[in-house]
């Protein structure tokens, strides 16, 4: 249902300010709570504490500032993330569920590192020696239901998310083109909203591996090869190249891999869609919807829509989806 224009801004402005407070204050004081507390402990923790665990007890250690400051930040930026992302609304002035799902994680991320982090400090306590420090296993798990009971507070506070649908448009094949071969390539790459937010979260990555790096650099080889190929992904992942040919749709990602092809004989149909990313998708990249629909979702507006023999919806988002639907549908007929 589309809201009379002058109720939009009033839901908006009252959604803006529901976002503040779930998503970005209460994750905050959280978070600052629990930094002003362990650094109430210093005086009474070892140097330096123990900051992982294995099966056998404390295997990584590092500096208190870093274990108090680093769950501190890591909720500031998605705090600042999730307002960013949810800040617009949806078309009608209400809320996204891939809104509601960041600023809910918000609170989720606040609780879970704020806890396990001061329950890793708070064991170790009187100690001379961190080595001696006992398993937080128990705090972690504790941590986990707690901070999904009150994301899951959040998500109920917010307003119902908006329903979007699409209505696509079937493409009718190019005329005259029976007996031509026919061929569309094209790139489609993400706005610069989303390389923001990526470059953010990337950011963050990075900062979390900097600090790692000098609190505990014999413990850094495997989160800097996992923090690589998770930045190569995300880089890979903002741009791709889409080819129709007589072997029908081939998307590629900038690094070739992911990648994915549906041959003229396993289409059924085609046609154009108006993608909204954040409502049916909830977010850019290669994405899934609740509704079953898969695809490169990269920008709100046209996209292909090709559904396959057997009943699945694969999307692509371009500026020439009209003309690229065209094509495929006449090389689909051929």
Same mark, same amino acid.
Do not use: C
């Given at each position: 249902?589309? &809201? ?84 617009? @609304?949806?078309?009608? @002035? ?24 001061? @329950? ?90 900097? =600090? ?15 923090? &690589? ?8 992942? &903002? ?35 108006? =993608? ?18 898969? @695809? ?39």
């Amino acid at each position: 249902m589309t &809201l009379p224009a002058e109720n939009v801004s009033p839901q908006l402005t009252r959604n803006r300010r529901l976002i503040i407070v779930i998503g970005v204050v209460i994750p905050l004081v959280i978070a600052l709570a629990a930094a002003f507390i362990m650094a109430l402990w210093i005086p009474e923790l070892p140097s330096p504490v123990a900051s992982h665990w294995g099966t056998s007890g404390p295997d990584g250690y590092s500096t208190v500032g870093s274990v108090i400051v680093l769950p501190l930040l890591m909720t500031l930026i998605f705090a600042a993330l999730a307002a960013f992302a949810s800040w617009k @609304g949806g078309p009608n @002035g209400g809320m996204l569920w891939g809104h509601k799902i960041m600023v809910a994680a918000s609170m989720f991320l606040a609780i879970t590192l704020s806890v396990t982090a001061a @329950g890793s400090l708070a064991v170790q306590r009187g100690l001379e020696n961190a080595e001696n420090a006992p398993a937080i296993g128990g705090i972690a798990i504790a941590a986990f239901p707690i901070a999904l009971i009150m994301a899951l507070f959040a998500w109920l506070m917010l307003p119902a998310a908006e329903y979007i649908q699409s209505t696509p448009v079937t493409a009718k094949p190019i005329e005259g083109a029976a007996t031509q071969r026919v061929h569309f390539s094209t790139t489609t790459r993400v706005g610069p909203g989303v390389v923001i937010i990526v470059g953010a979260a990337l950011a963050a990555l990075a900062i979390a591996l900097a =600090v790692q790096a000098v609190s505990n650099p014999e413990e850094l080889l495997l989160p800097a090869v996992i923090g &690589l190929f998770v930045i190569a992904l995300s880089v890979s992942t &903002l741009s791709w190249r889409v080819t129709i040919d007589q072997r029908g749709l081939k998307v590629r990602s900038a690094l070739g891999f992911p990648r994915t092809t549906i041959a003229p004989d396993q289409i059924e149909s085609v046609a154009v869609v108006d =993608v909204n990313p954040m409502g049916e998708f909830g977010g850019y990249g290669w994405r899934w919807a609740p509704d079953g629909r898969s @695809g490169i979702v990269l920008s709100k507006g046209d996209a292909i829509e090709v559904t396959r023999m057997n009943g699945k919806k694969f999307i692509v988002t371009m500026h020439d989806a009209q003309l690229a639907a065209e094509t495929l549908a006449t090389i689909a007929k051929k």
